[in-house]
């Protein structure tokens, strides 16, 4: 298997989840361990049979051994011999079980799919179904006779899509008069690809929204049934600098804005005094953006060409830090200059933060917060979120 041209691409991953009204708990439970020093993506979706709290647990046991024995190479089939036989038992004696799909992404591309009774992980590519091989593995284990794993082995293209859902999705609509049987997998197939016709670059997110938003509107806006949908999209990385505060030592200057200057992708600049020292440098104008201010916001934002924006330095980074940490699926972002540094930050792959350490002694003042003083620390945190929780490649540089 060839690793060539691996930099060019990016995996995209986003997962959308609703839940009957009236539960408190959802029983689809998605899972994933990004796997650096291997280079090894798992990603977990389970199904825990029924509904609410006993539904989660079923998933969440199912999905957390799946994601460990995955990254320890257990096969397969005796992985999930050994998931079957822990999880526990009904009250009644039934059995308790959670379907589910394992997806494994190597460095090199090539993508391996493991399916247990989930449905089948709909693959686009060139605006057409891909169906890659299927082979069948019997589950180990005489109390399994007759349970089988259904797998799939490709190599992955820039521009190939993997969606994978719940059932709820799939059976959604059913018994209505548009979808007596539900929704179904070609349907949703042809749905998605509708998409992508529209809109070619459509991302991760917005694709798992508008699939999981057609099944609610399927189950006429009231589930019936835990729905899950994620989106799997390898793509051209998306490349974004973000700068805050002049290099330490005056004399780099003109070094620190030559890094700047010949870097490939989009920029912002946080901090007044490091957009003066570039401007002086390129020779370019600042140009500020007169609006009125609202009590306790931030500064105005202003331009400059070849930059997306300019703002102000450590209130807008402590302010981007902690719209990152309580960002979920629910958050809309505005026009303000955090808001728009989230935005930058979130629609890029392969991001690189440039410190500069130098003082800026207009913080220096004993009334304000300490954090202001602390650019660094707000910007390893603000590093660190980017990479745990967004699965962000970011490149941090002091100078």
Not at 78 to 93: E, F, H, Q, V, Y
């Amino acid at each position: 298997m060839t690793t060539t041209n691996n930099i060019d691409f990016h995996v995209e991953i986003d997962v959308q989840q609703k839940r009957p009204k009236g539960e408190i708990a959802c029983g689809d439970v998605f899972q994933s361990d990004m796997s650096r020093g291997e280079g090894r993506n798992i990603l977990v979706l389970s199904d825990g049979i029924g509904h609410g709290i006993k539904a989660s647990v079923l998933g969440t046991l199912t999905a957390t051994m799946a994601v460990k024995y995955t990254k320890m190479h257990t096969k397969p089939e005796i992985a999930t011999r050994i998931i079957m036989n822990a999880l526990p038992k009904s009250s009644d004696g039934k059995e308790n079980y959670a379907t589910f799909t394992i997806i494994e992404m190597d460095h090199d591309r090539f993508v391996r799919i493991t399916n247990y009774d989930n449905p089948r992980v709909l693959i686009i590519r060139n605006g057409k179904s891909f169906l890659p091989v299927e082979y069948e593995l019997k589950i180990r284990g005489e109390e399994n006779l007759g349970k089988l794993l259904r797998c799939r082995e490709f190599t992955a293209f820039k521009e190939d899509r993997l969606i994978f859902l719940s059932d709820g999705i799939t059976q959604s609509g059913l018994g209505s008069n548009q979808y007596s049987m539900g929704w179904g997998l070609d349907k949703i197939e042809e749905f998605a690809i509708s998409q992508i016709k529209r809109m070619e670059d459509i991302s991760a997110t917005k694709l798992a929204r508008k699939i999981i938003n057609q099944a609610v509107m399927n189950d006429n806006f009231l589930l019936k049934d835990d729905a899950t949908c994620g989106v799997i999209y390898f793509r051209e990385p998306r490349k974004f600098m973000l700068i805050t505060g002049p290099p330490f030592y005056k004399i780099k200057d003109f070094d620190f804005v030559g890094r700047i200057k010949n870097f490939q992708g989009k920029k912002i600049i946080c901090g007044g005094t490091t957009a003066e020292i570039i401007a002086r440098e390129l020779n370019l104008e600042v140009k500020i953006h007169h609006i009125k201010k609202e009590k306790n916001a931030l500064p105005p934002a202003a331009k400059m060409e070849g930059f997306e924006l300019i703002s102000e330095g450590i209130l807008t980074l402590g302010k981007v830090e902690e719209l990152l940490e309580n960002y979920d699926s629910d958050t809309r972002l505005d026009d303000s200059p955090h808001e728009e540094i989230v935005k930058m930050l979130l629609q890029h792959d392969l991001i690189d933060v440039i410190v500069g350490t130098r003082i800026n002694w207009a913080h220096q003042d004993p009334e304000q917060p300490l954090e202001l003083e602390l650019r660094k620390y707000v910007v390893k945190r603000i590093v660190q979120i980017l990479r745990v929780k967004f699965f962000k490649k970011v490149m941090i540089e002091y100078i």
